[in-house]
């Protein structure tokens, strides 16, 4: 995947969100931050860090993956930098006092953060060798069609 035009989907995605993000926090986000009560005002402001902790530390990875792909570094040199940067966690849960009430579009934004992150996150694991890929289902209908007209005429 990295080294398809999956990786350039993925990058492009994780940068358009960042700078939505960010355009957010500072424009629209701070205004409607402003009229938050103080419970709600304090998981914004909870929120938003890890927001954006989660998202500088995506474009780091999205960064060296992209100098590695145009040979800018090399793959060993990428894996050097990234061990200087962990990953933070997910929440496990969303929710509590003040969660209902956080404008729209910033529960939006951690949410499609979330979803990125995860994706990343499980990329990272692959290429470090702690998890597999997901296996192929070779048994689509085609190939499960193709694999009977082998078996009933035999080889050509």
Excluded: C
């Excluded at 994780?14 to 701070?30: C, N, Q, T, W």
């Excluded at 927001?51 to 530390?57: A, G, S």
């Excluded at 992209?66 to 793959?75: C, D, K, P, T, Y």
């Amino acid at each position: 995947m990295m080294s398809s035009g999956g990786f350039d989907l993925l990058y492009r995605e994780g940068m358009s969100l960042i700078e939505e993000v960010a355009a957010y926090l500072d424009g629209d986000g701070r205004a409607e931050s402003a009229a938050l009560d103080r419970e709600a005002s304090f998981v914004y402001a909870t929120e938003s860090m890890r927001l954006t902790t989660r998202l500088m530390q995506l474009a780091s990875w999205l960064l060296l993956h992209r100098a590695v792909n145009e040979g800018e570094i090399s793959a060993e040199q990428a894996l050097e930098e990234k061990a200087k940067v962990k990953f933070s966690a997910l929440p496990s849960e969303r929710g509590g006092p003040g969660w209902d009430d956080l404008p729209e579009r910033m529960r939006g934004y951690i949410q499609k953060g979330d979803r990125l992150f995860a994706r990343v996150v499980k990329f990272d694991k692959i290429e470090r060798g702690e998890e597999e890929l997901p296996a192929a289902n070779p048994q689509n209908g085609v190939s499960a069609q193709i694999d009977r007209l082998k078996q009933a005429f035999g080889p050509s």
